[in-house]
């Protein structure tokens, strides 16, 4: 078994880490760990714990974080933030090559 995968925040299509589980990724959703409508500094905590990087489209409230987490010499595995993309290119975007 390999490194954890990534983590996938509230705002990404849930259904995303279906059809990545089912490309051999280990992904995940908050809404799996009990995590939706959870403040972003306990899901940061998580992903530290379970040693996961977390992809987000909150770029508002990741970055600062992070920023933070680097300032304190506190140990992330890291933070994907992108530009919020539709369901339609999310689902386009996973098919493997």
Same mark, same amino acid.
């Given at each position: 078994m390999g490194a954890p995968g990534p983590h996938l925040d509230e705002h990404i299509w849930a259904y995303l880490a279906k059809i990545l589980r089912e490309q051999g990724f280990d992904v995940i959703h908050v809404n799996k760990?009990?995590?939706?409508v959870t403040p972003d500094e306990e899901i940061m905590e998580y992903e530290v714990g379970e040693h996961r990087a977390i992809v987000t489209f909150n770029v508002r409230d990741f970055v600062p974080l992070t920023a933070q987490y680097y300032e304190d010499e506190k140990e992330h595995y890291?933070?994907?933030?992108?530009? $919020? =993309?539709?369901? #339609? $290119? =999310?689902?386009? #975007?996973?098919?493997?090559?």
């Open positions: 760990v009990d995590l939706i890291g933070v994907v933030a992108t530009e $919020e =993309l539709s369901r #339609g $290119e =999310l689902q386009n #975007g996973s098919r493997p090559f």
